[in-house]
Every structure is written in structure tokens, then in C-alpha cells.
């Protein structure tokens, strides 16, 4: 007798009435009912995907830079950039509906939309941006080149761990000059990025296509720009990899649920709130292999604390939030979480801690400061900076909406959501005890980010793993050109001074070529790309930072004056502080051009040198100081 399910047709009565099917014939099997997705189908996909890479690489190279204006870049993209774009985004989302998930796909459609969307600076000025990045080529080289660490010379060799790194590169590879490592760091950063981000998602969401949209939606609303050439990009990649590892590998509760009567009120609440615990991406290792792992992940812990202050900080909540839902069963890594960063900043950083113990500890408690305060001061400077800052307002007020709704559809569809929404929360923790100002929240911002996208996708797609529907497509889509559109505005619209030029460089380096050994080097404002050489054998000055400064004072020439009083001083101007001063607010409106004229004629100022980039001054000592 031949098995047949329960109420399945005999297999005649299935073809009687197919005229296609001779008597007695099976049905020959289809792509479709094999559910199964045509070569070609994947192969236009590619080649689509292709086509965006070249148009959008191509469509880059032809922005003047010269044209970037208070805006920054999206004034200055031709149309072709925007079709490539597009062109991107349909991709992936026509690759996310196909009847089979193709993960190479979906990889290459990720990195081509990061290219697109994230390399712009690298194509079109061909150098690295902001001058933090020439600050840590040039620390790194300083490193390398004699070996040893000075505390009392800089803060960031209070936490040296990247800076090693990059020298130890410098080092094995014979390359002294790592500007195009610093130039495409952005990309390369964020390719680092997609593996952890993917398996953090899958451990997250209720199924694949899931987590691939969440991750495609970090890609396309991560647009804070701290994945330059930093300790903090750097660390950043390790905090995601090891929150990727721990859920991949050491999930579940850390104690018997049963055992005592808060760990038992504990698991039952969780579970009510979200009882649906995905499995996708679980690995089951060895004692030993997870051993090893263990290990490794006191390292990444380890790595993130010798690098940066404030992401090991950051890591504190988000492995405690995992631990209460259940998915940290390493109950003792929260806490060498805090005993490594704590122990580090008492001990390997005490020459930090003791020249800023005061701005460490004043601001403690006072969220308002933190927060609001903080945020209220980058709602300055020309309108044109007012309107970037608040499109980066929006896109986070955007995100955050749609992951509180995403969080309330998964409590009532049953589908994951505690986890990512305690991870995406944790780092809030850090405001009422990190003074560090505006930069805080943009960091709690990113930190939050790889968890939020997670509930994000919950109200554009299904918990089921079959393919999108049109409309959910349509939607997911839509969504995508907004937060890609928006993060144009939002990344970019400081173009004008967070990049630099050829003729900048130039100035700087006959700078160098020019003043002695130990010289006072002093910028107008805060925003030079210099430093990547000879960090430690000048003194370095600034007259006023690139910060918003209410009712900003005119400069003087005196103030350069008493710098260089007792044995002269090397003034330089660039283009990009006057574009940092206009923006933020620095200086009055005009202020830089009207300093430049004025002092060029005030006795003991010569004009060493100058060009399209900018301007250098020597400023005599002892005779100006008369």
C-alpha cells in the first residue's frame, strides 16, 4: 500500500483535469512549483546592481568641489548620482523578494549601496575627511617612529590601543604614508561592518529577510560620519562583532530561571512580553571551541578599552540589557565589562584623569546639560547649517518612530522584540553620566543604531521567511529613498569644511618645509588638515575652536600677538576654517578675510606663502612684543 497524507488527492485526480499532462504522465517540475528562483532573475539583479556601482562612481567624479556650498553635497550631485541611487535601493529590495533568499546578492547589492551612499568623499575629493584623520595618521607615525607613548603630550595616548594597531600596519607593510587607507576607511569600515551586523540582526529578528532589511536600513540611516580613520570607528566595529558573537553563541539566561523568586518574576515577565526567542544563527560549539570564544571576547572587550573612552562605557548597558532578557548567559562578562574600563582610566590613564578630573565629574547627573543643552548649542550657525542639523534631527526623530512601532507590532504579533528594543535603550544610560557634550548624542545615536533597525523593519514586513508582498515592497522601498535621501543631507552637509583640497595640503606642507623645529604653529580656527606629520615637534595653537560661539567677537591680530610674543609664531589660514567659521558660527560673517587684510600690514607679520588653499603668516617675537 502507498503512503499518502491525510486528505491529499490521489495523484491521477491531481492531473485529470491538466490538459497539459497525458493520462498516467507526472507533471514536469517549474521553477515555481519547486520554489525556486531563475538563474537570469539573479543575473539581472547583479548586473543592476553593477550598472548603479559604475553610474554612481562615475556620476561622482564629475562634482566640482569647488561648487560645495553650506549644504553640502546635495546641491552639487547630478541627476545620474540620484538614478544610480535609485537604481541601488530597487535592487536590493527586488533581490529581498525573490522566492529564494541569494546571500551573495544581497551582499554585493549592501556593498554597492555603501559605495554609492557612504564613499562619496573618497571619489570626489580623493582625501581623507575631517582633520581628526590627519591628527591620527598623525599620532600613529609618531608611534611608529619612536616607539614609546607619551601621556602628557595628547589624551589619545592615554588610550593607544588603534594607534598601535595602525602603526604595527605602518610597520609590516613598509608604508609610512597611510592616507589612502584614512581616504577610503569609510568604506572600508562599513564592508567590515556587514558580517557582525548580520548575524546581531538574525539573532534579533524572526527571520532572514528580516534581518537583511535591518541591515540595509543601517546602512542607509548611519549617517553620524564616525566611520573615519578613528579609534572610534574602530571600536565601534568591535563592540557590534562581540554583541554578534555573544548572541550567536551565549544566549539563553545565565541562572536557573527557578532558582530564586526574583530570577523567577524575571523570566516569567520577559517571556510574557516576548516569549519568541528566533533560532536562526545559533551556534552550538564545543566546550572547547566556546572556551576559546570566551576568551576572544575578553579581548574584543580588552581592544575596545585600550582604544577609546566612551565606547567600553557603552558596552556596560547593552551586555546588561542582554542579560536581563536572556540572551547573555555570561553572567561575569558585565562585569569585566566595568572593571576594564574602570580600571583602565584609574590606572593606564591617570595622567587623563587627573588634568580633567573636574570635567569629568562636574556635569554627572545633569541630564539637561547632557542632552538638551548639548543639542540646543549645534542649532546655530548660518541657515544653511541650521537646516542640515535639523534633517539630522528628523532622521533620528524617523528612526526611533518606527522602531517604537516596530516594538509595539512585535508584542502583538508575538514576534522578537525585547532584545533589540533593551539594547537600542541601553546606551541612554550613558547621559547623565558622560560630559561629552554634543558629541554624546550622536554617539548614543550610532551605538543604538544596529538594535533599532531590528524593530524598524517590523512594521514594513511579515514575520513570515516567503517572499514580500507588492505593497510591502512598494513601502519598504519608499522608506529606503527617504532615509537615503535624508542621510545625503545629514552626512554631507558639513562637505565644505569636513573635507579638504590638494592646495590645502600644499600649504600645510610648505608649512612644515618652512618653520624650524619646535616653532609655534597657530590656526585661525580649529580645522586644519595638518598634524599627520611632526605631531609631537611643534606647538600647536588655535584662536578660536570650529564650535558655535554665540554673539561671536571679531579676531584680532593681538591675540596671534601675545601667542607669538616672546619667539614668533607661524600663523596658517585655509579654506576649510573659513568654511568651519561660516557654518558653525564660529567668527562673525566675513570675519577671516577682513582678520587676513587687516593684519597683513600690522608690523612683524610677513607673508611666507599662499595659494588657492590658503594662507601662511610669520609673525615676528620679540620685536612685535615691544
Given at each position: 500500500m502507498t503512503h499518502r497524507t491525510a486528505g491529499s488527492p490521489p495523484a491521477h485526480a491531481a492531473n485529470r483535469h491538466d490538459p497539459r499532462v497525458r493520462d498516467g504522465a507526472a507533471k514536469p517540475p517549474t521553477h515555481r512549483n519547486l520554489g525556486l528562483t531563475p538563474t537570469w532573475h539573479v543575473g539581472a539583479l547583479a548586473a543592476a546592481a553593477a550598472v548603479a556601482?559604475?553610474?554612481?562612481?562615475?556620476?561622482?567624479?564629475?562634482?566640482?568641489?569647488?561648487?560645495?556650498?553650506?549644504?553640502?553635497?546635495?546641491?552639487?550631485?547630478?541627476?545620474?548620482?540620484?538614478v544610480a541611487l535609485a537604481l541601488s535601493l530597487t535592487g536590493f529590495v527586488a533581490s529581498l523578494s525573490l522566492r529564494r533568499l541569494v546571500p551573495a546578492l544581497l551582499t554585493w547589492q549592501i556593498m554597492v549601496t555603501?559605495?554609492?551612499?557612504?564613499?562619496?568623499?573618497?571619489v570626489i575629493h580623493g582625501l581623507p575627511r575631517l582633520e581628526a584623520s590627519y591628527r591620527h595618521l598623525g599620532i600613529a607615525d609618531t608611534i611608529a617612529q619612536s616607539?614609546?607613548?607619551?601621556?602628557?603630550?595628547?589624551?589619545?595616548?592615554?588610550?593607544?590601543?588603534?594607534?598601535?594597531?595602525?602603526?604595527?600596519?605602518?610597520?609590516?607593510?613598509?608604508?609610512?604614508?597611510?592616507?589612502?587607507?584614512?581616504?577610503?576607511?569609510?568604506?572600508?569600515?562599513?564592508?567590515?561592518?556587514?558580517?557582525?551586523?548580520?548575524?546581531?540582526?538574525?539573532?534579533?529578528?524572526?527571520?532572514?529577510?528580516?534581518?537583511?532589511?535591518?541591515?540595509?536600513?543601517?546602512?542607509?540611516?548611519?549617517?553620524?560620519?564616525?566611520d573615519y580613520l578613528s579609534p572610534q570607528g574602530y571600536s565601534f566595529l568591535l563592540l557590534v562583532t562581540l554583541v554578534a558573537c555573544l548572541l550567536c553563541v551565549f544566549g539563553g539566561w545565565a541562572w536557573p530561571p527557578d532558582r530564586t523568586r526574583s530570577s523567577r518574576w524575571l523570566t516569567r515577565n520577559v517571556t510574557r512580553l516576548d516569549g519568541a526567542v528566533p533560532r536562526q544563527g545559533i551556534i552550538e560549539p564545543s566546550p572547547r571551541d566556546a572556551a576559546v570564544l570566551v576568551v576572544v571576547c575578553g579581548l574584543l572587550l580588552l581592544a575596545m578599552t585600550t582604544s577609546h573612552q566612551l565606547t567600553p562605557f557603552a558596552a556596560i548597558p547593552i551586555l546588561a540589557a542582554l542579560l536581563l532578557t536572556g540572551r547573555l548567559r555570561l553572567r561575569f562578562l558585565p562585569v569585566l565589562a566595568v572593571v576594564l574600563p574602570v580600571g583602565w582610566l584609574f590606572f593606564a590613564a591617570s595622567t587623563f584623569l587627573e588634568g580633567h578630573f573636574g570635567q569629568l565629574f562636574s556635569a554627572l547627573g545633569d541630564i539637561g546639560a547632557n542632552s538638551f543643552g548639548a543639542l540646543s548649542t549645534r542649532v546655530s550657525g548660518s541657515d544653511a547649517h541650521v537646516f542640515v542639523v535639523y534633517t539630522r534631527m528628523a532622521e533620528v526623530a524617523l528612526v526611533w518612530i518606527l522602531a517604537a512601532i516596530g516594538a509595539f507590532m512585535g508584542y502583538r504579533r508575538k514576534a522578537p522584540w525585547l532584545a533589540a528594543a533593551?539594547?537600542?535603550?541601553?546606551?541612554?544610560?550613558?547621559?547623565?553620566?558622560?560630559?561629552?557634550?554634543?558629541?554624546?548624542?550622536?554617539?548614543?545615536?550610532?551605538f543604538s543604531l544596529p538594535f533599532a533597525v531590528c524593530l524598524a523593519v517590523l512594521p514594513l514586513m511579515s514575520d513570515r521567511s516567503a517572499g514580500l508582498s507588492l505593497r510591502r515592497a512598494v513601502g519598504l522601498l519608499l522608506m529606503g529613498a527617504v532615509l537615503a535621501t535624508t542621510t545625503i543631507v545629514s552626512r554631507y552637509g558639513n562637505d565644505s569644511m569636513e573635507s579638504f583640497n590638494d592646495d590645502e595640503i600644499a600649504v600645510v606642507n610648505h608649512l612644515y618645509a618652512t618653520a624650524p623645529t619646535g616653532a609655534v604653529l597657530i590656526e585661525a580656527v580649529r580645522n586644519t588638515p595638518w598634524r599627520f606629520q611632526h605631531y609631537a615637534e611643534y606647538d600647536y595653537r588655535a584662536l578660536v575652536p570650529a564650535e558655535p560661539i554665540p554673539d561671536a567677537p571679531p579676531l584680532s591680530c593681538d591675540a596671534a600677538n601675545q601667542i607669538a610674543r616672546k619667539a614668533g609664531a607661524y600663523l596658517i589660514i585655509t579654506e576649510s576654517q573659513q568654511a568651519a567659521a561660516e557654518l558653525r558660527g564660529s567668527t562673525p560673517t566675513g570675519d577671516l578675510q577682513r582678520f587676513?587684510?587687516?593684519?597683513?600690514?600690522?608690523?612683524?607679520?610677513?607673508?611666507?606663502?599662499?595659494?588657492?588653499?590658503?594662507?601662511?603668516?610669520?609673525?615676528?617675537?620679540?620685536?612685535n612684543a615691544k
Open positions: 556601482l559604475v553610474l554612481g562612481v562615475w556620476s561622482m567624479t564629475q562634482v566640482d568641489p569647488t561648487r560645495i556650498g553650506g549644504s553640502g553635497l546635495i546641491d552639487v550631485l547630478p541627476p545620474a548620482y540620484f555603501v559605495v554609492v551612499l557612504h564613499g562619496a568623499d573618497a616607539g614609546q607613548l607619551n601621556p602628557n603630550l595628547d589624551a589619545y595616548f592615554n588610550w593607544p590601543g588603534f594607534f598601535n594597531l595602525l602603526a604595527m600596519l605602518s610597520g609590516a607593510t613598509g608604508t609610512k604614508d597611510l592616507m589612502g587607507i584614512a581616504t577610503w576607511a569609510p568604506v572600508g569600515i562599513n564592508i567590515l561592518l556587514l558580517a557582525p551586523l548580520l548575524a546581531l540582526a538574525r539573532r534579533l529578528t524572526a527571520n532572514p529577510r528580516q534581518a537583511w532589511a535591518a541591515v540595509w536600513i543601517f546602512y542607509l540611516a548611519s549617517w553620524i560620519g564616525q533593551a539594547g537600542a535603550l541601553a546606551p541612554l544610560v550613558l547621559i547623565p553620566l558622560q560630559p561629552y557634550g554634543g558629541e554624546l548624542l550622536l554617539r548614543l545615536y550610532l587676513i587684510a587687516t593684519c597683513a600690514t600690522s608690523p612683524g607679520w610677513t607673508k611666507v606663502y599662499e595659494n588657492a588653499g590658503g594662507v601662511i603668516f610669520h609673525i615676528e617675537g620679540v620685536s
